[in-house]
Structure formats: C-alpha cells, structure tokens
C-alpha cells in the first residue's frame, strides 16, 4: 500500500518562496509518477506538476510553468515541489499523488487513488 506524506507547506509574503515534500513509502509501480495538485476551498482540485520516477521527466500546468519546479531524490523516495514568487492565489492545500502510467498520462484529478494529506500554503499579499 502506497502511502504519501506531504510537509513543507506554511504562510510566507507573496514573492517569496516555499519547497514542498512529499515522502512515499510502499511504492511498487514501475514508470510512473508522483504529482502534485493544489485545492481551494470551493473549487476543484487541479493539477501542479508530475514527475517520471524512472527518467525524471517532468510536466507542468502551463500557467505555472517558471515558477515551480519538481524534483526528486529516487534515494529519500521523495519528490519535491519548489515554488518561487509565489502569489496570493497560490494559496491552497497541496496534496501528492502517486500514480501508474495510465493514472499519469490521464493526470486528471479522478484517475489518481493514492493520496497524502495535504499540506496548507498560504500567500499574503
């Protein structure tokens, strides 16, 4: 059973930065990914990034593209999320995922049945 522990998230002024984590045990895909969503109360959840365990592949949603980056350490089973000048509407809850080829190549937040907790980011303005 794979299981997912995010940390790192806090409240910082918009501009600054935060790295999250997201720490998986229990791991026995082959090819597959982790990735990151973000939800705000009200609305749904969507996807940040995702990143290939085996090549280090990574994607991202478009709007975020240059200021995230995803990353991982194959050793520690963790990927992380670096989040640069951050915004006030990056406030949310972010949340990792682990997923098989097909979970990943979908990307949709409904094709994903792993989950971690969660961990909150808020951005001051």
């Known amino acids: 059973q794979v299981q997912l522990v995010e940390s790192g998230g806090d409240s910082v002024q918009a501009g600054g930065s935060l790295t999250l984590s997201c720490a998986a045990s229990?791991?026995?895909?082959?090819?597959?990914?982790i990735a990151w969503f973000r939800q705000v109360p009200g609305k749904e959840r969507e996807g940040v990034a995702r990143?290939?365990?085996?090549?280090?592949?990574?994607y991202y949603d478009d709007s975020l593209k240059g200021r995230f980056t995803i990353y991982q350490d194959n050793a520690k089973n963790t990927v992380y999320l670096q989040m640069n000048a951050l915004k006030h509407e990056d406030t949310a809850m972010y949340y990792c995922?682990?997923?098989?080829?097909?979970?990943?190549?979908?990307?949709?937040?409904?094709?994903?049945?792993?989950w971690g907790q969660g961990t909150p980011v808020t951005v001051s303005s």
């Open positions: 990143i290939y365990r085996h090549n280090g592949n990574s």
């Open positions: 229990g791991y026995t895909y082959t090819s597959s990914c």
């Open positions: 995922a682990a997923g098989d080829p097909i979970q990943c190549a979908l990307w949709n937040v409904k094709s994903f049945t792993d």
